[in-house]
């Protein structure tokens, strides 16, 4: 048996009796009306392309000083349909050396698999859609988010195999850089949400939203936000992180050899895959389709009901298309290595420290640790719990420190530089100076004698 329960002023849940775990209500949704909401996911998703191109190179161009796209249609809003265009009627060539099944799959692997995620994120409440009450979600599952993350693992194939399959060098060489910097920041970003899945309790897309009904996640889970944000810029190979593309290395990244609709489903992909960070990034951090905090008190949530929180998602989603254009347009390509140091050496490590100050801050909050203790902002946390978080942070601050320590002084030797005046028999062997650096010649002459002063056996041919 099971109960209707109303999450969050508006978001309906299923919650199966004796179980922790609630899920969206689908009930009163035949086969039928799931498929006119996966119709309208992919028509917002394709028109939010679109709009988003054209958005892109009309910001970009402000921020240039120039027009940007103003001839196709009223301000240029054409442009992105005229390219699509362009690119269905353009000759599809394929290499010689191609495999020719493997080199068609690939696009049609990345542009397909971002369309997968979008049907687990919740874009609005409960709505009358031709007489049946349906949330506005596709699905729901108790492990919703790990299925966005796999998804996210099957649309790399889609890039290897792009690699691969085009029978060039250049191609594989971005497509093998492209999979290490998407595998390697996928990882960031699922130690990212586990704080999110410790606040909530629930990996369930509309039970995380439901527990930000009245506090976002972006306020607890500030630092788990902030990594996000890192390794989604990382995962959609944007500037600036787009080293899979960099032309001046790899001329073009693992699509070099594409054109026509096979380029075009890679373009798709990459943009498409930007609104899925960015509405996984709203559902986890920034209640999804709730409403912002002043106006979700009005008339007792009245803006968080029904098609209300359609326009709450578009709008958080945008911002984060926003942010996306203006890092294009403002920060220059990072070296290839230093990208790969900061993603294993300071994001996967503070992470981990992160999710472990949250497991205790959470047991804390729990009173996993005993009972009785100390009241902080309304909140009793037992005595035992704040001394076992201090003393993480204390060892926190100290390792950073001592880390901080051994930066400076590697940075201080590498400053030092080469000496100017070197020995070039130092080492028994002649080495030839550097540029700007002065032989000592009295060690070459003492070199000299020495060798004719010491006995030497004549070998006669």
């Not at 919650?15 to 909401?37: C, E, H, Y």
């Not at 988010?145 to 099957?154: F, R, T």
């Not at 594989?172 to 949400?193: K, N, V």
């Not at 400076?408 to 650096?437: K, M, N, T, W, Y």
Request: charged fraction near 10%; include cysteine.
């Amino acid at each position: 048996m099971s109960t209707l329960a109303t999450l969050a002023h508006g978001i309906p849940t299923l919650v199966a009796d004796g179980k922790d775990n609630p899920l969206a209500d689908f009930s009163d949704t035949p086969v039928w009306v799931s498929l006119i909401k996966v119709v309208i996911i992919f028509v917002y998703l394709l028109i939010s392309t679109l709009i988003v191109i054209w958005f892109e190179r009309r910001v970009i161009g402000r921020m240039q000083q120039r027009p940007g796209p103003n001839r196709n249609g009223p301000f240029g809003l054409l442009q992105s349909l005229a390219d699509g265009m362009k690119s269905m009627l353009k000759e599809d060539v394929r290499p010689a050396n191609a495999d020719k099944f493997v080199f068609t799959l690939a696009p049609l692997i990345t542009a397909t698999m971002c369309f997968v995620s979008f049907s687990i994120m919740p874009i609005g409440g409960v709505v009358n859609l031709f007489g049946h009450r349906t949330p506005l979600q596709l699905t729901d599952t108790p492990v919703a988010v790990l299925l966005v993350l796999a998804v996210a693992g099957v649309g790399i194939y889609g890039i290897v195999l792009a690699g691969w399959s085009s029978g060039s060098t250049y191609p594989l060489i971005g497509g093998l850089r492209a999979s290490a910097q998407m595998i390697s920041y996928e990882i960031a970003m699922g130690l990212s949400l586990v704080a999110v899945f410790l606040y909530s309790g629930s990996m369930s897309t509309s039970q995380i939203v439901g527990a930000q009904a009245n506090l976002w996640f972006i306020i607890p889970a500030f630092f788990s936000f902030f990594v996000y944000v890192v390794t989604m810029v990382g995962e959609t190979n944007r500037l600036p992180f787009d080293l899979a593309e960099g032309e001046g290395e790899i001329v073009g990244g693992y699509f070099t050899e594409y054109s026509g609709m096979r380029f075009a489903m890679f373009f798709l992909g990459e943009y498409i895959n930007m609104f899925t960070v960015a509405g996984l990034a709203t559902t986890m951090f920034l209640g999804g389709p709730l409403a912002p905090p002043g106006i979700s008190a009005i008339n007792n949530g009245m803006f968080n009901e029904g098609w209300w929180g359609l326009l709450w998602f578009t709008i958080k989603l945008w911002l984060f298309m926003f942010m996306f254009v203006w890092l294009r347009g403002s920060l220059p390509r990072v070296r290839y290595d230093q990208f790969m140091k900061f993603g294993w050496k300071f994001l996967i490590p503070a992470t981990l420290g992160w999710v472990v100050l949250v497991a205790f801050f959470r047991g804390a909050q729990n009173g996993w640790f005993g009972t009785g203790g100390v009241t902080i902002l309304g909140r009793t946390f037992p005595v035992a719990s704040l001394f076992i978080v201090g003393v993480i942070a204390v060892a926190a601050l100290l390792l950073g420190w001592w880390w901080d320590g051994r930066v400076e002084a590697r940075e201080a030797r590498a400053a030092q530089g080469p000496p100017a005046i070197v020995d070039p028999f130092a080492g028994g062997h002649p080495v030839p100076p550097l540029p700007g650096q002065t032989v000592q010649e009295p060690s070459y002459a003492a070199a000299v004698e020495s060798s004719a002063a010491s006995p030497k056996e004549t070998v006669r041919g």
